[in-house]
């Protein structure tokens, strides 16, 4: 559990013996299965999450019953924002789904907003954490208002990519279409017109990357 924590927490070395043996003792170990869902905020506040293995998609949901994928998180990542309910004024809805079984790792809001008022430099970690995700989420929406849909789907795949390692995705057209912000039909027939230009070759329930650099000027 030590190296787990040191491995996360920049600031672990600044903690006191004290500090590490609560955040040891208090942290807690789960199993999720692959396509399990969690949800956050509303008042209810999970605390920090560290990752231990798998992969997490991070998603709002709107009013509609629709998706939108925030971001991903995989092993050694750490989930700041199922904790900022419990900074004063801050309270975001958030659902997170197994993409694969996965192991998680829970601090929970007591044992770490006790840590985060007795050190400061816990304090300036976790706001620039949060600041960091809302900066990345404020992008995210603002590619959503912005930018067309053909370069959200390139830009889905091209993520898919670099988190796979390889040019042959298993991905289904609703997985790119929540990544997309977009309707399946939409990333049906965007992804035709991307086979016929010879960007992406397609296949049941995978895409093959033909050309990554012509995609990635989409």
Known sequence: MEELLRNAFPFW?????????????NTLKSHCEKKTQLHFGGGECAGVQIIGSGRVRVFITSPGGGDITLFRLIGGDVSILSAACMLNG???ELDMEMET???????????????YDESAVVKDYTMEMISEK???????????????????IAGALLEHRALEGGDELSLTHETIAKDAGTAREVVTRILKQFQSDGLVKLGRGKVIIVDPERLGKI
């Open 101 to 115: 079984d996965c192991t998680i790792y829970t601090i929970p809001k007591k044992v770490y907003r006790r840590l």
């Open 13 to 25: 070395e600044s903690l006191t013996e004290q500090q590490k043996t609560e955040l040891c003792r």
């Open 134 to 152: 809302f900066s990345d989420i404020m992008w995210l929406l603002d590619q959503f208002l912005f930018s067309n849909v053909a370069s959200r």
């Open 90 to 92: 801050m309270d975001i």
